[in-house]
């Protein structure tokens, strides 16, 4: 197997569909969807796969618009992650059409690498990252068994590997006290925005005394009525991310005592709620990452494999990465470093050219790191002897 002439032919595989691949990321950040509503992009990404001789089955895992596309046969078996929904009021102001088009566009390129190689190359579409982790719901349904590896990038404003994303889950808070007349008879009521307060300024301090890559934020959705009321209700939702999922269950048993805490010595009665789903943290696999950096590299942009430090939050990838060895690259959209995600000037940079001509080479990047796998099985035992390594030291 020459790798290097098959490198040279995928390269031209999305060189010559260049235009229909940015037309693509166009259509999506032109008609952004939410979560689990991604209608128009699941047609545009599967017409376009089904034109290019994938086999497309939709609403897979009884998801409507998740879908699964594939080409060839037998193992191994590489999937390319698509996710396409977009954020309320911002669009695309994380970018998603570029993963989108970039896997889609990888996939395209890869059936010449099935065809000299065999093995299976599979586009998976993944819808409602943003809130919803889509790929939580669908790892626990068997969406990534079967799989020998995954692969997506994000865009961001640097070009590298290993994204540190932290495990995460979500917690709905509420308090119930009694109202009364705050200045008439504020001694019959029992304050429950004052419970919550309690509780914000115990977190505050914990805070002070957990892991620095430990996080802890919320927002008060419900605070009383008026201010002559004595509040007899509050409500709040709050996330907790941590590093390890070890360490992540003993701080969310801290943060609730938190809160128990503040009931106590408010009277309030308490009620609280844990998300049912939640984000694990990422397992990046380093030597797959090499491959996906030397293959950036051919292409002439230059990719590290660990950032300038900045953390990236969480995302539902970290759940598929801790049961397939996977990468979740990030590639520059922007000259900028200031830009940052979820953010109007993100969003404009993911449909400019700049933006675009990263995606592009992200998929040139993911194709051949596909050919990489599919070509030598030396290389896919080494990626799965780190993953089976690190699978088992990691919490």
Known sequence: MDIERLKSQII????????????????????????????KAVEWLTGFLENHGFSVEKGIFDLDTAFSARYGQGEPVIALLAEYDALPELGHACGHNIIAAASTGAGMAAKTAVDQCGGTVLVIGTPAEEVYGGKVTMAQRGAFDGMDAAMMVHPGSYDYVATEALACQGLSVEFFGKASHAAGKPESGINALEAMIQSFNAINSLRQHIRSKARIHGIITDGGEAPNIVPDHSAASFLVRADTEAYLAELKQRVVNCFQGAAMCTGAQLKYQWDELGYAPMLNNLTMGRLFMNNMHKIGRKMKMEGPGEGFGSTDFGNVSQLVPGIHALVSITSCRGIVTHSPQFAEAAISDIGLQGMIDAAKALAMTTADLLADPALLSKIKSEFFRYQNTSG
């Open 12 to 39: 031209s595989a999305i060189d010559a569909h260049h235009e229909e691949i940015c037309e693509l990321s166009r259509k999506i950040h032109d008609n952004p969807e939410l979560g689990f509503y991604e209608y």
